[in-house]
C-alpha cells in the first residue's frame, strides 16, 4: 500500500486549499469544555492548525475546549464548525514546543484525503 505523504510547508490545491495541510489521524481524545463533563472523542484528521474528531456529546460552535491527549499533553482550542458529531477545532495558544511537535508528528502520518473516506 502507497502511502501519500508531503511536508507541513507544501502548498496544497484544490478544493483542499488550507492553512496546513491535514493528515489522517484516528484515535482517542478527551474534549473538555468548561464546568463539563470529560467528553469522549475519536479523531478523524490533525493539522498543524487544528483537528476534526467525532464527539459522542454536543458541544457549541465557538467553545473554548481542551483537548488531550495532543502534542503529548492538553492543548487548548476553539469549536470552528460542525456537522452533525464532527467537529472542527482550531488550535488556540499552543506554545513552540506543542507547535513543534505536532508538525513533527504530522510527518509520519498518511495525508487526509476526505473524498476517499465518503465524507
Same mark, same amino acid.
Given at each position: ?34 464546568? =463539563? ?5 475519536? $479523531?478523524? &484528521?490533525? /493539522? ?10 454536543? *458541544? ?27 467537529? =472542527? ?5 499552543? $506554545?513552540? &514546543?506543542? /507547535? ?10 498518511? *495525508? ?8
Amino acid at each position: 500500500m502507497k502511502v501519500e505523504t508531503t511536508s507541513i510547508s507544501e502548498p496544497m490545491s484544490g478544493a483542499d486549499r488550507r492553512r496546513s495541510p491535514r493528515y489522517r489521524l484516528s484515535g482517542p481524545i478527551t474534549v473538555e469544555v468548561k464546568d =463539563g463533563p470529560p467528553i469522549p472523542a475519536m $479523531t478523524i &484528521e490533525i /493539522s498543524a492548525t487544528g483537528l476534526s474528531a467525532i464527539l459522542s456529546t454536543a *458541544i457549541n460552535v465557538g467553545d473554548i475546549v481542551n483537548l488531550h491527549p495532543i502534542a503529548g499533553g492538553t492543548v487548548s482550542g476553539q469549536a470552528k464548525h460542525n456537522m452533525g458529531k464532527v467537529y =472542527g477545532f482550531q488550535f488556540l495558544g499552543l $506554545t513552540e &514546543e506543542q /507547535s513543534q511537535k505536532i508538525v513533527e508528528d504530522c510527518r509520519h502520518l498518511p *495525508i487526509y484525503n476526505p473524498k476517499h473516506l465518503g465524507i
